[in-house]
Nanobody, 119 residues
Framework: QVHLAESGGGLVQAGGSLRLSCIAS????????MGWYRQAPGKQRELVAD???????NYADSVKGRFTISEDNVKSTVYLQMNSLKPEDTAVYYC?????????????WGQGTQVTVSS
């Protein structure tokens, strides 16, 4: 079992920055990858960025060049630095962890943190 706790959301003006943090606890040794997803009202949840244990990262086209995902394996924490924020970045942001255990994968989710970007 993995528990995820997010922090760092809030209200910011367009062009501003925020940093989200997600701390993992529990069976963190079996986490294979972590990432951030977001869901805006009336839309499906979408991948924002993810990062594997090997350090490989992947970004949605809409955030490339503006957002950076990073991890601190010692602290079992993943961060999402969001710069040049736009109103269309407004959403609830969810932390995700993928656990690899005995050949099967399990997804865990945080409770979500609201990011609101005003124009």
């Amino acid at each position: 079992q993995v528990h995820l706790a997010e922090s760092g959301g809030g209200l910011v003006q367009a062009g501003g920055s925020l940093r989200l943090s997600c701390i993992a606890s529990g069976s963190t040794f079996s986490i294979n990858a972590m990432g951030w997803y977001r869901q805006a009202p009336g839309k499906q949840r979408e991948l924002v960025a993810d990062i594997t244990n090997g350090g490989s990262s992947n970004y949605a086209d809409s955030v490339k060049g503006r957002f950076t995902i990073s991890e601190d394996n010692v602290k079992s924490t993943v961060y999402l630095q969001m710069n040049s924020l736009k109103p269309e970045d407004t959403a609830v942001y969810y932390c995700n962890a993928v656990e690899l255990f005995k050949g099967s994968t399990y997804d865990y989710w945080g409770q979500g943190t609201q990011v609101t970007v005003s124009s």
